[in-house]
């Protein structure tokens, strides 16, 4: 499944929450069921984010947002509040 959490940044604090996401990064990698995760920035809105992650299953996702609560913390006033998790849909 994916997880994508997005992010309003405003310009300076551009830095700040690089780091911060990264470390929320490097807390989920270490989580049962984490497969990749990585920080992007939008290419047309600098300003939007997103903390992008692949789990195992949905489980898995909502377990590990609890053990990445305190890194997440500093970052929740940036979070467009809006589902984060996504199944994969196979073919017809």
Known sequence: MLALIRYSVPPGQTEEFTLRAHEIVD???????????????????????????????????????????????????LMINEPSAFEDVERP
């Open 27 to 77: 807390t989920l990698a270490g989580q049962p069921g984490y497969v990749s995760g990585r920080v992007t920035r939008s290419v047309d809105e600098p300003e939007l984010w997103a903390l992008v992650s692949e789990w195992e299953g949905a489980g898995f996702y909502r377990r590990a947002l609890g053990a990445a609560r305190m890194a997440m913390y500093p970052l929740m006033t």
